[in-house]
């Protein structure tokens, strides 16, 4: 029997500190849950004002945009991301 392990990693591209958390499952419930974990362990100083994300199903939910929006966090898409800097370099 193959056993895989699930976890979540965020890191912070401006201060280059990963947190990793092992979780049980990819629900969205969980998710959530470890997102209010990582706003409690990050000093609040480094806490982000937007995050981006593979958009997998576990963060494609209701309850996680409005997760989002009450602690107010932009969720940008990984394709701005790329191609906003080429677009300011012209």
């Given at each position: 029997?193959k ?9 912070n ?6 947190y ?9 419930q ?7 974990q990582?706003?409690?362990?990050i ?25 989002l ?6 969720l ?14 012209r």
């Amino acid at each position: 029997m193959k056993t895989q392990v699930k976890f979540v990693a965020l890191i912070n591209v401006e201060t280059r500190k990963a947190y990793v958390y092992q979780i049980p499952n990819l629900k969205k419930q969980t998710i959530i849950e470890i997102f209010n974990q990582w706003i409690k362990d990050i000093p609040k100083d480094q806490h982000s004002s937007a995050i981006s994300s593979d958009l997998g199903s576990e963060f494609n939910s209701k309850d996680f945009y409005k997760w989002l929006e009450f602690k107010e966090i932009k969720l940008l898409d990984r394709k701005s991301l790329i191609i906003k800097p080429l677009i300011q370099q012209r």
